[in-house]
Nanobody, 119 residues
Framework: VQLQASGGGLVQAGGSLRLSCAAS????????MAWYRQAPGKQRELVAG???????KYQDSVEGRFTISRNNAKNTVYLQMSSLKPEDTAVYYC??????????????WGQGTLVTVSS
């Protein structure tokens, strides 16, 4: 059991993508969840978070462009990304918030999904 992020790809600036995060065998609705990203040569950073009660938070650079949500019936967390910019290029990961705070190995960092935004 591990977090699986998917939905990345190559998109032109101004385009949109939707990332998905699933973990079979773990109930994501029990946890505050978040999306993180790591660009080449940079530290991993939190992009958006969502509490168990549905309260979102966003990094300033993505506020108004990205939307985090969850579908508890599908046990999935999403990140809708719009108006993408080249500086959004990174590997995107989902994890608990704080990261790896689920008390089990299912929330160890997964491989992430690569988002590349061309100018």
């Amino acid at each position: 059991v591990q977090l699986q992020a998917s939905g990345g790809g190559l998109v032109q600036a101004g385009g949109s993508l939707r990332l998905s995060c699933a973990a079979s065998g773990a109930i994501l609705s029990f946890f505050n969840m978040a999306w993180y990203r790591q660009a080449p040569g940079k530290q991993r950073e939190l992009v958006a978070g969502l509490t168990t009660r549905g309260s979102p938070k966003y990094q300033d650079s993505v506020e108004g462009r990205f939307t985090i949500s969850r579908n508890n019936a599908k046990n999935t967390v999403y990140l809708q990304m719009s108006s993408l910019k080249p500086e959004d290029t990174a590997v995107y990961y989902c994890n608990t918030d704080p990261p790896e705070s689920c008390g089990s190995d299912w929330c160890y960092w997964g491989q992430g999904t690569l988002v590349t935004v061309s100018s």
